[in-house]
Structure formats: structure tokens, C-alpha cells
């Protein structure tokens, strides 16, 4: 039988790309599906942090294994920023068209453009918790390029390739983003029991 998940999400893209990624092997169900409505808080400073907040609400009201993913956009010319920060860069209540226009006008005449997304997994199975991590490397570019994926996707480019994540598309996206390989750490734990 597959195994079922929850995961501590609503977003449409997050939930299509990993079940995308975890293809047959579990039965993912959002938080519409299980009839949770909570408005989780993301107050922790870090990434792992408010994974494990998310993951952690969902198994003390629902007690059912579950993960929660947690995503930063981590630029080295901004000192990390905007990190964990990412979804309300440009202020709560922006979208992140505004997100991106932030990014784009704080690296202006920046030289360095380096910058990595990383994405913490937090699963809590069996009440026991355990963290998977994945990252890409790339660049900010100085403008926006491209129309698939969403969030800072039009604006970063991964290293060894010459277009954006929204001009690469989910396919190859998925392939080598940093959500995919925190998957694949999920997935290779999930194998292994
Ligand atoms: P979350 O923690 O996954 O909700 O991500 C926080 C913010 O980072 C989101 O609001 C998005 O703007 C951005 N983000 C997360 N994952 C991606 C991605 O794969 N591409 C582009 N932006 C992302």
C-alpha cells in the first residue's frame, strides 16, 4: 500500500512539483484535503525552524505522518537576505511580483550575483523527527526572464545552465532544484524502511 503523507501546504505549485518528484511511491494530501484551514505561523528565524513549526502543528492536531517544506531565496551580496524572509521580501501583503522587483533594485550595481535557494524538509513520522536539505547555486540576473514557475523564479539563474527556472520550465526544473533534491533526500530515507 502507499504510504500517505501530509504535507503542511496549500501553495498549488509546491504540491504539484513534489508529488511530481515522489511520482508513485507515497499518497501526498495538501492541508485543503485533510480539511485544515489554519493559517500555520511562520514565526521561527530560520528555515528549519519554521518547518518544523508547520510539520509540528500538523502532527499534534491531526497525528498523522506529515512534512513540511520550507524555502529561502539566499543572496550572498545581500548577506543571505532575503533567506527566510523570501515570500514577504517586499513587505507583507505583496505578491511576488513586488518581491522580485525589490531583489532586482537592491542588487543594482551589485557586481557580485551569486546567490543559492535551499530548501529544508522537516518529516515527522511516527512522532519522531527527522530534517533533509537540498540547495542550488546560481546567479541574479538584472532582469526578469522568462514566464513558467513562480516566486523568484524569473530572476535566477543555476549555475551551468544559460536560462532562468522560469524559462527552463517545470521538467528540467525539477530535475535539479533545490525543492528536488530535498525530495530526493525524503524519498531515499522513505525507500530505505
Ligand atoms: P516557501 O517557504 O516554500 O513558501 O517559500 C518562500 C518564498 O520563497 C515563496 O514565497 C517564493 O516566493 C519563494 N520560493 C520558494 N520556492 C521557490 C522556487 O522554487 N522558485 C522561486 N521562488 C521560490
Known amino acids: 500500500m502507499k504510504k500517505k503523507l501530509i504535507l503542511a501546504s496549500n501553495n498549488a505549485h509546491k504540491l504539484q512539483e513534489i508529488r511530481e518528484i515522489l511520482g508513485n511511491d507515497c499518497h501526498i494530501l495538501s492541508l485543503q484535503d485533510i480539511g485544515c484551514h489554519a493559517d500555520i505561523p511562520e514565526t521561527a528565524m530560520t528555515l528549519e525552524g519554521n518547518a518544523r513549526l508547520k510539520a509540528s502543528y500538523v502532527y499534534e492536531h491531526y497525528h498523522e505522518d506529515c512534512f513540511a517544506d520550507d524555502t529561502g531565496l539566499e543572496v550572498e551580496a545581500l548577506n543571505g537576505a532575503p533567506g527566510v524572509?523570501?515570500?514577504?521580501?517586499?513587505?507583507?501583503?505583496?505578491?511576488?511580483?513586488?518581491?522580485?522587483?525589490?531583489?532586482?533594485?537592491?542588487?543594482?550595481?551589485?557586481?557580485?550575483?551569486?546567490?543559492?535557494?535551499?530548501?529544508?524538509?522537516?518529516?515527522?513520522?511516527?512522532?519522531?523527527?527527522?530534517?533533509?536539505?537540498?540547495?542550488?547555486?546560481?546567479?541574479?540576473?538584472?532582469?526578469?526572464?522568462?514566464?513558467?514557475?513562480?516566486?523568484?523564479?524569473?530572476?535566477?539563474?543555476?549555475?551551468?545552465?544559460d536560462r532562468t527556472f522560469a524559462e527552463l520550465g517545470e521538467t528540467v526544473k525539477n530535475k535539479i532544484s533545490h525543492r528536488a533534491k530535498a525530495v530526493e533526500q525524503l524519498c531515499r530515507y522513505l525507500r530505505k524502511k
Not at 104 to 132: P, S, W, Y
Open 85 to 161: 524572509y523570501s515570500a514577504r521580501y517586499a513587505g507583507d501583503g505583496h505578491d511576488s511580483a513586488a518581491n522580485r522587483r525589490k531583489l532586482l533594485k537592491d542588487m543594482n550595481c551589485q557586481t557580485d550575483r551569486r546567490a543559492r535557494f535551499r530548501t529544508v524538509i522537516c518529516l515527522i513520522e511516527n512522532g519522531e523527527e527527522h530534517l533533509f536539505e537540498g540547495e542550488v547555486k546560481g546567479q541574479i540576473l538584472d532582469e526578469e526572464r522568462g514566464s513558467f514557475g513562480f516566486g523568484y523564479d524569473a530572476v535566477f539563474m543555476p549555475d551551468e545552465y
